[in-house]
């Protein structure tokens, strides 16, 4: 019924920038809380960051000051802009987002992931 897309991952070296979308299509009435998060090797998937539907924002302590999230409604896409990226940063990153039917039965949905790789 639901999709999330990923897209904007890819390798970069440390200390550079990558812009993550996730556009999300289907049998949408609203769309509450949107967040990323990641997985790395050996790692427990963690919340890199959030945001309601009204711009409020939560980020990892692990990142702050460094990504952003945004999104656009009207779009139904979550973005997350990283900046002075490390190599720890290095992860599978995850859309997550809680979708309203139009009979208002709310879901929680997952993206595929996207790739992203730091290098030194």
């Known amino acids: 019924q639901v999709q999330l897309v990923e897209s904007g991952g890819g390798l970069v070296q440390a200390g550079g920038s990558l812009r993550l979308s996730c556009a999300a299509s289907?049998?949408?009435?609203?769309?509450?809380?949107m967040g990323w998060y990641r997985q790395a090797p050996g790692k427990q998937r963690e919340l890199v960051a959030s945001?309601?539907?009204?711009?409020?924002?939560n980020y990892a302590d692990s990142v702050k000051g460094r990504f952003t999230i945004s999104r656009d409604n009207a779009k139904n896409t979550v973005y997350l802009q990283m900046n002075s990226l490390k190599p720890e940063d290095t992860a599978v990153y995850y859309c997550?987002?809680?979708?309203?039917?139009?009979?208002?039965?709310?879901?929680?949905?997952w993206g595929q992931g996207t790739q992203v790789t730091v290098s030194s």
């Open positions: 945001i309601t539907s009204r711009g409020s924002t």
């Open positions: 997550n987002a809680d979708v309203a039917s139009p009979s208002w039965r709310v879901q929680n949905y």
């Open positions: 289907g049998s949408i009435f609203r769309i509450d809380a």
